[in-house]
């Protein structure tokens, strides 16, 4: 504009003065107006230009603040299951929730501190990381909730936060499953004169309570007598072997074949029907 003005105000000072002619005039005209018409082809041009970029930088903004927002989501739905996960996004607290029939595993590792003693910390934790993986990947593979891990205690649920009719069967199919990956596992680190563990797993089922408590780091957890009769299960069974109570028992005996082991002795329990699953029928 400033450009344009000072060409007018030229022009209008050299026709005042009478220093060009009707040509001149006609010739400044059009050199006045091709330059208008390059300055607002220039202005335009550079306008596009601006809004160009401004929309890629928006939308690369856009997509990097949405695949930012996916990873947080994805790592919450690792930590707490989804129900919990999109309650707490909403309200900030999530409520605890009564389940009445849930099948609560604990599993165990024997001799894991002999076999600590024999491997460096690293050597530990990779080992401990690879046989949890593959604890994982299995309760996934039959629905079944991880609840947490203790040192070399995992615990899982099947049954919630999604109910379903199946959990005693899910949870023990995946017992026997988690009890065969250790076996094999101990062979090939037997093979490799390596130290190895070996695994003590127990199931019960009942009622529960579950949720999240506190303010700080988020953890999804389960009470109940359940849970408690789960871990004697657990501490109570063998090597190598499922052990279920008998309420699971009398859920999963027409699919599995089972030995009876009498009334077992339980601490802080007292005596607890208990079987032995041996495989499907």
């Known amino acids: 504009d400033k450009k344009l003005s000072g060409l007018q105000f030229t022009f209008d000072i050299q026709k005042k003065q009478g220093q060009i002619d009707l040509l001149t005039k006609d010739k400044a005209l059009q050199e006045l107006d091709l330059q208008r018409q390059r300055v ?3 202005a335009t041009f550079g306008g596009l230009s601006v809004v160009c970029v401004f929309l890629v930088v928006v939308f690369f903004q856009k997509k990097k603040i949405t695949k930012e927002k996916q990873r947080s989501d994805e790592l919450l739905l690792n930590i707490l299951p989804s129900e919990t996960a ?3 996004k909403a309200t900030g607290t999530a409520k605890t929730k009564s389940f009445d029939l ?3 595993m604990f599993t165990d590792f024997k ?3 002999q076999a600590s003693e024999k491997l460096s910390a690293e050597e530990l934790v990779q080992e401990i990381n690879y046989c949890y993986s593959a604890f994982d990947k299995i309760i996934t593979k039959y629905g079944i909730e991880k609840i947490k891990t203790i040192g070399d205690s995992y615990m899982c649920a099947g049954g919630l936060p999604a109910t379903n009719t199946t959990h005693p069967v899910d949870v023990v199919k995946a017992g026997l499953e988690m009890q065969e990956f250790i076996a094999k596992n101990k062979a090939d680190r037997e093979a490799k004169g390596q130290p190895f563990f070996e ?3 127990g199931v019960h089922t009942g009622p529960v309570v579950a949720g999240i408590v506190g303010i700080k780091k988020f953890a999804y957890d389960i009470w109940g007598d359940t849970v408690n009769t789960a871990s004697r299960m657990e501490s ?3 090597v190598g072997k499922v052990n279920v109570s008998g309420p699971t028992y009398e859920f999963i005996k027409d699919k599995f074949q089972c030995t009876h082991r ?3 002795k339980a601490k802080n329990k007292g005596e607890i029907d208990m079987y032995f699953v041996e495989g499907l029928k």
């Open 236 to 238: 109570s069974g063998e």
């Open 86 to 88: 999109e309650e707490l």
């Open 262 to 264: 009498g009334k077992v």
């Open 199 to 201: 695994l003590r797993l």
């Open 40 to 42: 607002i082809k220039n």
């Open 111 to 113: 001799n894991f501190t």
């Open 102 to 104: 849930v099948s609560v």
